[in-house]
């Protein structure tokens, strides 16, 4: 309930009389502050009015008095421009690590919003909050689904950021891992991140030409071309087709030319309820064909991207297909009669959203390039909205995903807002506790 306590103090729901400190004094709160969601004060920069004095610091917040020392904040340096405590019980003094004693005020939580919450947070329906839904003003919900997206684009980035650290900057590495993980569509995603991170790309640079030797080295580096990877019945009788014998003896080559490091096993990879075109041989086919052709660079994304039409140029960028042997086959020895020759739009989509988007963003707050930026933030707009069972939740309590930057948004509502219970942090959560 302390989290309460903090919304009650932020959104200034107090009691219809005088506040006064336990001392008796009259107080004012001029400026409630800024939330702290990292370590230190609950709330930063507040205003108070306490008598006839103004004190501007920080405030922090307890059910009791007594959490203050049960967290240590008496001996931690930090708490020591706190000017105000606030609690919902009282049950001692408390003093900062410079010796001051602090003023406090004991705060109620309003008994209809308290029961508005633990309604809120005990229901199994989902959204909790799909009874206000209906009724919030559609600017507000749009407002807040902007914020939301830029939220996604920004978590996105940060982990394209991290990528970026463990090379000291290669911006071509971040873009390649981040597009190999995003191949494995789930299931596979770490399979094919723990893959990419295994590809030399600057000793492999040199035979980009070469569509063979590219596939020979990503599917080897997969550890796809071991015997023990082929299907059991070629494996047993030793009939292994002449274009994985090709390949094996390509990459064997390759390793003793550039010692390419250890390869991964290829019981990583998974195949169960995955359709073919999502299996990992034909991914793998596909990357090596995307770099065969240059299509993974970064220069080339960003000019894409900031082109009078971004997507049609991305869609080009992202025409994957792969060597001749693929059409014909899902894996080593299993041949079918067709398979389609590109990625399909709807995989071409979710390329955009999920790699191009994020690395832009990051690349282009990094670069302070703030054109990019606005194009990367406009570019979901323009694609249409996924089709999932998060999306067709929130259709069912009246909030259509008219674009993917609503579907981004609202899947980002459920993961980091509603999934964690934070109804508290969250707009529409504001309203049900205000108007339900």
Not at 23 to 50: Q, T
Not at 72 to 96: F, I, K, M, Q, S
Not at 198 to 203: K, V
Not at 363 to 368: F, I, K, L, S, V
Request: hydrophobic share 35%; proline share 4%.
């Amino acid at each position: 309930m302390e989290r309460l306590l903090h919304y009650v103090w932020r959104h200034r729901l107090l009691p219809l009389k005088a506040l006064l400190t336990t001392d008796g004094e009259e107080l004012e709160i001029v400026d409630p502050g800024l939330a702290n969601n990292n370590a230190g004060p609950d709330f930063f920069n507040a205003k108070v009015r306490i008598g006839t004095t103004m004190w501007a610091g920080n405030v922090e917040i307890h059910l009791r008095s007594s959490d203050w020392y049960r967290h240590g904040h008496e001996t931690d340096e930090a708490y020591n421009n706190v000017v105000l405590h606030v609690a919902n019980v009282v049950d001692c003094e408390v003093r900062t690590e410079s010796g001051k004693r602090l003023p406090q005020l004991q705060l109620d939580i309003p008994a209809d919003l308290g029961s508005r919450y633990e309604t809120l947070q005990k229901t199994e329906d989902y959204p909790r909050c799909h009874r206000i839904i209906p009724l919030i003003d559609p600017f507000k919900a749009h407002a807040w689904m902007d914020t939301l997206l830029a939220e996604r684009l920004t978590e996105r980035a940060a982990m394209v950021e991290k990528r970026l650290q463990e090379t000291r900057g290669n911006w071509e590495w971040a873009l390649f891992v981040t597009l190999a993980r995003n191949f494995g569509f789930g299931l596979n995603g770490d399979a094919f991140e723990t893959w990419a991170r295994r590809i030399p790309l600057e000793r492999i640079g040199k035979h980009r030409d070469e569509l063979f030797q590219i596939e020979a080295i990503f599917l080897g580096m997969a550890g796809l071309l071991e015997p023990e990877a082929l299907p059991p019945n070629s494996r047993e009788e030793g009939q292994a087709d002449e274009y994985f014998q090709r390949l094996r003896r390509e990459f064997q080559y390759q390793c003793r030319l550039f010692d390419l490091g250890e390869t991964m096993s290829y019981r990583q990879w998974k195949y169960l309820r995955l359709r073919p075109q999502n299996f990992p041989h034909i991914r793998l086919a596909e990357l090596a064909w995307m770099y065969h052709k240059g299509n993974i660079g970064l220069s080339r994304i960003i000019d894409a991207t900031l082109d009078d039409k971004p997507l049609e140029r991305l869609y080009d960028l992202l025409q994957a297909t792969t060597s001749d042997y693929w059409h014909r086959h899902i894996m080593f020895g299993r041949c079918v009669d067709h398979r389609q020759l590109h990625l399909s739009l709807q995989t071409q989509h979710l390329l955009i959203i999920n790699t191009v988007l994020p690395v832009l963003y990051a690349y282009a707050t990094d670069h302070d390039d703030w054109n990019l930026r606005e194009r990367v933030i406009d570019l979901p707009r323009q694609l249409p909205a996924e089709r999932n069972h998060i999306l067709r939740q929130w259709q069912t309590c009246g909030l259509q995903a008219d674009s993917a930057a609503d579907s981004q948004a609202l899947i980002q509502l459920k993961r980091q807002y509603c999934d964690r219970h934070d109804c508290l942090r969250c707009n529409f959560g504001y309203e049900y506790l205000k108007n339900n």
